[in-house]
């Protein structure tokens, strides 16, 4: 979403008729665009807040009391740098769910209050299991009116989302691979041609072919946060017509922003998809999951978390993502015993292909990898984690789901059942001539602090994750390390495995030469990495 708006009567050219893009004047936000009437802040802590926001938003001339953060051009990021420096200045710790919950100066300036009046750690998650477990409940509309017939020829048409992801575009390669089917891609643009384009350019991104897309690939325009994606009632009931399979991939992934922010595209998208699985005729869904539906303190003593135990539990899920996945299989699963076909396979961290190393470059994994180059140093964390190639996550999913009578109903985990050391991933990176110092957490997170408050947040690969890697004053391990998905819990995956069985779908080992390839996608292995100054 732009963060401004500038209007030109003309633009400027060259003299050979092109846009001169340095004479093109520079943004500045303003407030003409927003409805709410201006009110100056009063109170000294309002003032000192307007002042931050002016200068985090990049020189916008006033701000009222009641405007938005994320209307005028805030984003993740900022809010990071925003609370940091509410941190320096009030002495106090706001989460940034605070500022989702209260994106305005009032309404900061209240939790300032409230948290030193206080004297401790302001919280304002309001959201409640009870809420939880009532989005969880599937409409009794969403019903098939027939039976499900199990079609003795292979699919025709099959339909996927998320194919402009990372793993969406693994999927979408193997399903061309191992199909013969048209397969209907769930994409955001303007018009099929720009849909196709999105598709084969994410498919380049990742080193996959992509040049003859065209002959079997169908582009869908909507949006899956959008109730029927975003089509007309009739193009609805077309497409749910004409497609024989469901492979729902699609989801908005963020570790840091809060459950109401992901509902619209993981739970409501989720209950779309259902839809246009009981429409007309029943389509079997195969649902793309997480393992961090079991971030739930129940689980926690368990010895082994089997793919068939109940997923019973809301309370203690950490984050907005594992609370919409959560959601969204309670309601898979309730659309299963209405007659819809249903798989889960619920996925540990991805990472890059164990032979080209192509990966995402921006999630967790390789931020913390870049972020500790840049700050030259490492937590001493005596954790394995569980860390599986994006190829053999992509392989074991469409075999497994072409498998339907002896899958439908399974859920499956797919893990790399060889955890790895986080210290193996700081001696790979040391080998490559980093120089990186082990040092105790505490002492971690304040150099993260201080880097994330002194340092150019652009550039500084952690900065987005500021909330994900420190608790302020806690003094205690970060959250999301303990995550299912990350950490090597002891997670059974025997259906996983009988269902591969005599394939050769064998989940690579994490070794050194699988790990330069991954450093070598991300730019890694030319050092000097570019490191803060």
């Given at each position: 979403?732009?963060?401004?708006?500038?209007?030109?009567?003309?633009?400027?050219?060259?003299?050979?008729?092109?846009?001169?893009?340095?004479?093109?004047?520079?943004?500045?936000?303003?407030?003409?665009?927003?409805?709410?009437?201006?009110?100056?802040?009063?109170?000294?802590?309002?003032?000192?807040?307007?002042?931050?926001?002016?200068?985090?938003?990049g020189g916008i001339g006033q701000v009222s009391i009641h405007d938005n953060f994320f209307e005028l051009g805030g984003h993740s990021l900022l809010a990071a740098q925003l609370l940091s420096q509410v941190r320096e200045t009030f002495q106090v710790e706001l989460p940034l769910l605070t500022l989702f919950e209260t994106p305005t100066i009032a309404g900061l300036a209240q939790a300032i209050g409230s948290a030193h009046?206080?004297?401790?750690?302001?919280?304002?998650?309001?959201?409640?299991?009870?809420?939880?477990?009532?989005?969880?409940?599937?409409?009794?509309?969403?019903?098939?009116?027939?039976?499900?017939?199990?079609?003795?020829?292979?699919?025709?048409?099959?339909?996927?989302?998320?194919?402009?992801?990372?793993?969406?575009?693994?999927?979408?390669?193997?399903?061309?691979?191992?199909?013969?089917?048209?397969?209907?891609?769930?994409?955001?643009?303007?018009?099929?041609?720009?849909?196709?384009?999105?598709?084969?350019?994410?498919?380049?991104?990742?080193?996959?072919?992509?040049?003859?897309?065209?002959?079997?690939?169908?582009?869908?325009?909507?949006?899956?946060?959008?109730?029927?994606?975003?089509?007309?009632?009739?193009?609805?009931?077309?497409?749910?017509?004409?497609?024989?399979?469901?492979?729902?991939?699609?989801?908005?992934?963020?570790?840091?922003?809060?459950?109401?922010?992901?509902?619209?595209?993981?739970?409501?998208?989720?209950?779309?998809?259902?839809?246009?699985?009981?429409?007309?005729?029943?389509?079997?869904?195969?649902?793309?999951?997480?393992?961090?539906?079991?971030?739930?303190?129940?689980?926690?003593?368990?010895?082994?978390?089997?793919?068939?135990?109940?997923?019973?539990?809301?309370?203690?899920?950490?984050?907005?993502?594992?609370?919409?996945?959560?959601?969204?299989?309670?309601?898979?699963?309730?659309?299963?015993?209405?007659?819809?076909?249903?798989?889960?396979?619920?996925?540990?961290?991805?990472?890059?292909?164990?032979?080209?190393?192509?990966?995402?470059?921006?999630?967790?994994?390789?931020?913390?990898?870049?972020?500790?180059?840049?700050?030259?140093?490492?937590?001493?964390?005596?954790?394995?984690?569980?860390?599986?190639?994006?190829?053999?996550?992509?392989?074991?999913?469409?075999?497994?789901?072409?498998?339907?009578?002896?899958?439908?109903?399974?859920?499956?985990?797919?893990?790399?059942?060889?955890?790895?050391?986080?210290?193996?991933?700081?001696?790979?990176?040391?080998?490559?001539?980093?120089?990186?110092?082990?040092?105790?957490?505490?002492?971690?997170?304040?150099?993260?602090?201080?880097?994330?408050?002194?340092?150019?947040?652009?550039?500084?690969?952690?900065?987005?994750?500021?909330?994900?890697?420190?608790?302020?004053?806690?003094?205690?391990?970060?959250?999301?390390?303990?995550?299912?998905?990350?950490?090597?819990?002891?997670?059974?995956?025997?259906?996983?495995?009988?269902?591969?069985?005599?394939?050769?779908?064998?989940?690579?080992?994490?070794?050194?030469?699988?790990?330069?390839?991954?450093?070598?996608?991300?730019?890694?292995?030319?050092?000097?990495?570019?490191?803060?100054?």
């Amino acid at each position: 979403m732009p963060s401004s708006f500038v209007m030109l009567d003309a633009l400027p050219l060259t003299p050979n008729c092109k846009v001169d893009r340095k004479a093109l004047p520079a943004p500045h936000q303003t407030r003409f665009v927003l409805e709410e009437a201006f009110v100056a802040p009063q109170t000294a802590v309002e003032k000192q807040l307007a002042q931050m926001w002016m200068q985090i938003l990049g020189g916008i001339g006033q701000v009222s009391i009641h405007d938005n953060f994320f209307e005028l051009g805030g984003h993740s990021l900022l809010a990071a740098q925003l609370l940091s420096q509410v941190r320096e200045t009030f002495q106090v710790e706001l989460p940034l769910l605070t500022l989702f919950e209260t994106p305005t100066i009032a309404g900061l300036a209240q939790a300032i209050g409230s948290a030193h009046h206080a004297n401790s750690t302001c919280t304002l998650d309001t959201l409640t299991v009870k809420a939880l477990e009532a989005d969880a409940v599937l409409e009794a509309t969403i019903y098939p009116k027939a039976p499900f017939i199990d079609a003795v020829e292979e699919p025709q048409r099959i339909f996927l989302t998320g194919a402009s992801g990372f793993l969406g575009a693994f999927l979408l390669h193997e399903l061309l691979e191992q199909t013969h089917a048209s397969i209907y891609c769930l994409v955001r643009a303007k018009n099929r041609e720009e849909g196709y384009k999105k598709l084969a350019t994410n498919c380049q991104r990742y080193l996959l072919a992509h040049e003859n897309l065209g002959s079997r690939v169908v582009p869908v325009i909507g949006d899956l946060s959008q109730p029927l994606f975003g089509l007309s009632v009739a193009k609805f009931r077309e497409l749910a017509t004409a497609i024989d399979l469901i492979y729902h991939n699609g989801a908005f992934v963020n570790l840091i922003y809060p459950y109401s922010a992901l509902r619209a595209s993981n739970v409501m998208g989720t209950k779309e998809i259902l839809k246009l699985a009981s429409l007309v005729h029943v389509k079997p869904v195969h649902f793309i999951s997480t393992l961090d539906v079991f971030q739930s303190p129940h689980y926690a003593g368990m010895s082994v978390i089997l793919e068939q135990d109940e997923l019973a539990h809301c309370q203690g899920l950490s984050d907005g993502y594992a609370q919409s996945k959560w959601v969204a299989e309670k309601l898979v699963m309730a659309a299963r015993t209405r007659g819809i076909p249903a798989c889960i396979y619920r996925l540990g961290t991805i990472i890059g292909h164990s032979q080209t190393g192509a990966a995402q470059t921006n999630d967790f994994i390789a931020r913390l990898l870049k972020g500790m180059i840049q700050l030259s140093s490492a937590p001493n964390w005596d954790l394995k984690m569980s860390l599986t190639p994006v190829d053999y996550a992509s392989r074991a999913i469409i075999h497994l789901s072409r498998q339907q009578n002896a899958s439908f109903g399974k859920a499956f985990h797919i893990v790399n059942p060889q955890a790895v050391p986080f210290s193996q991933l700081v001696h790979e990176i040391r080998d490559l001539g980093y120089s990186i110092k082990w040092t105790n957490f505490d002492q971690w997170q304040a150099q993260l602090r201080q880097a994330v408050s002194s340092g150019s947040y652009d550039e500084f690969a952690l900065s987005p994750l500021l909330f994900l890697l420190t608790q302020w004053g806690s003094g205690n391990q970060v959250s999301y390390l303990d995550t299912a998905a990350l950490v090597s819990q002891a997670f059974d995956c025997q259906n996983t495995l009988a269902g591969l069985a005599g394939t050769g779908i064998v989940c690579p080992s994490i070794d050194a030469k699988l790990l330069r390839a991954y450093f070598s996608y991300l730019g890694l292995t030319q050092v000097p990495y570019p490191i803060l100054a």
